[in-house]
């Protein structure tokens, strides 16, 4: 769990790699402690008057947290496919939220009624078929609450067929989020 002073250094990463994209500049590794330095899967979330404005993350922990940070907030900003890159004012106006998540385990289950009762809406699910893989950040349950309706959603996102998580071939995956914002 990242101390309040860790989570603002991070939302001020975040909001500074937004703003200096073009010329990122990380902060000094002495500055910071070795929580931000942990390699850690995280996700930013962009909003803007209450919506979604870019989202992006990376799930295995393969950069120190507070790179992660950076790079996932410019890519949510000006690299999410779902909306045109921001521009300087939007980016004045934003909500981000960082979700940092925690190594993703494997359920394993017998039949998809088994996995049913394993989802809690505190999880963030993970599908992989083979190359097609997403996931859902534990905060879809607000929009999604109905474990086969976030299910079906979620392959449709990987590019399957909405009913392809009741085939035994899927792989899913669950993680918790710490999330926090400003």
């Given amino acids: 769990m990242a101390t309040k002073q860790e989570q603002e250094?991070?939302?001020?990463?975040?909001?500074?790699?937004?703003?200096?994209?073009?010329?990122i500049t990380y902060p000094g590794l002495n500055k910071l402690s070795e929580t931000l330095k942990e390699k850690k899967?995280?996700?930013?979330?962009l909003t803007l008057n209450g919506q979604l404005r870019g989202c992006i993350g990376t799930i295995q922990p393969i950069m120190p947290l507070y790179e992660a940070v950076m790079k996932n907030a410019v890519s949510a900003a000006y690299s999410d496919p779902r909306f045109p890159p921001m521009t300087?004012?939007?980016?004045?106006?934003?909500?981000?939220?960082?979700?940092?998540?925690t190594e993703p385990l494997k359920l394993n289950y017998t039949n998809p009624s088994d996995l049913l009762?394993?989802?809690?809406?505190?999880?963030?699910?993970?599908?992989?078929?083979?190359?097609?893989?997403?996931?859902?950040?534990?905060q879809?349950?607000?929009?999604?609450?109905?474990?086969?309706?976030f299910l079906?959603?979620?392959?449709?996102?990987?590019?399957?067929?909405?009913?392809?998580?009741?085939?035994?071939?899927?792989?899913?995956?669950?993680?918790?989020?710490e999330k926090f914002g400003a």
């Fill in 9 to 23: 250094v991070l939302l001020n990463c975040a909001k500074n790699a937004i703003l200096n994209y073009q010329n």
């Fill in 41 to 45: 899967g995280v996700f930013v979330t």
């Fill in 88 to 101: 300087k004012e939007e980016a004045n106006d934003l909500i981000i939220e960082i979700s940092v998540l």
């Fill in 117 to 138: 009762k394993k989802l809690n809406h505190e999880q963030g699910i993970i599908i992989k078929k083979s190359f097609a893989t997403a996931t859902f950040l534990p």
């Fill in 140 to 149: 879809v349950w607000e929009q999604l609450p109905d474990k086969e309706q």
């Fill in 152 to 177: 079906a959603n979620l392959c449709l996102k990987a590019n399957l067929s909405p009913e392809a998580w009741k085939d035994s071939s899927i792989e899913v995956f669950a993680y918790k989020v």
